[in-house]
Antibody
Framework: QVQLQESGPGLVKPSQTLSLTCTVS??????????WSWIRQPAGKGLEWVGR???????NYNPSLKSRVTISVDTSKNQFSLKLKSVTAADTAVYYC????????????WGQGTTVTVSS | QSVLTQPPSVSAAPGQKVTISCSGS????????VSWYQQLPGTAPKLLIY???RRPSGIPDRFSGSKSGTSATLGITGLQTGDEADYYC?????????????FGGGTKVTVL
């Protein structure tokens, strides 16, 4: 059974960089069958896709966040990571990682989510 | 303001049917598959429908999806109290130089 688990600091100061990691278990991130995505959700609001990475390192980003986002993959650790720089209070949200299959259109496995608060 | 438009809420009595609409444009729904997600309170979203109308293993056939033109619809029949949740549609948008995932604003389903 595939599981995804987010980890990282729950509190980040304004103007600093938010860093999160998603650890994949039960599947190899190098299988080549999936993209690996980050999605966020401010409290009481809807879902916002942040970006995704393929095992080759190829990335796609949300145009509204592209200038501040970097997603990377570490196949040796079966992890992928998110960095969001120059954060503000508007970046406070629950951050989810998810698996995004190539063979069909839909994110089929999600992590439980981790809350990140931007505050001094 | 979400790229995809959903009604904020729908409601019905147990056993009844509800439908949730998701309206977009030719740059998203009109030319891409749609997926639907259920988010129970305090939990992560769960894939209900992919490729417009296909259900992952374990999703009951009470849930159905369809697409026509630039709109998609999620149907839930035999409504149960456990179906009370937020529901989101999602698709790929190619209106800008770089395509990206977009979601609807979510619809809260209430079982009366």
């Amino acid at each position: 059974q595939v599981q995804l688990q987010e980890s990282g600091p729950g509190l980040v100061k304004p103007s600093q960089t938010l860093s999160l990691t998603c650890t994949v278990s039960g599947d190899s991130i190098s299988s080549g069958s999936y993209y690996w995505s980050w999605i966020r959700q401010p409290a009481g609001k809807g879902l916002e896709w942040v970006g995704r990475i393929y095992t080759s390192g190829s990335t796609n980003y949300n145009p509204s966040l592209k200038s501040r986002v970097t997603i990377s993959v570490d196949t040796s650790k079966n992890q992928f990571s998110l960095k969001l720089k120059s954060v503000t209070a508007a970046d406070t949200a629950v951050y989810y990682c998810a698996r995004d299959p190539l063979r069909y259109f839909g994110m089929d496995v999600w992590g439980q989510g981790t809350t990140v608060t931007v505050s001094s | 303001q979400s790229v995809l438009t959903q009604p904020p809420s729908v409601s019905a009595a147990p056993g009844q049917k509800v439908t949730i609409s998701c309206s977009g444009s030719s740059s998203n729904i009109g030319n891409n598959y749609v997926s639907w997600y259920q988010q129970l309170p305090g939990t992560a979203p769960k894939l209900l429908i992919y490729d417009n109308s296909r259900r992952p293993s374990g999703i009951p056939d009470r849930f159905s999806g369809s697409k026509s033109g630039t709109s998609a619809t999620l149907g839930i029949t035999g409504l149960q109290t456990g179906d009370e949740a937020d529901y989101y549609c999602g698709t790929w948008d190619s209106s800008l130089n770089t395509p990206y995932w977009v979601f609807g604003g979510g619809t809260k389903v209430t079982v009366l």
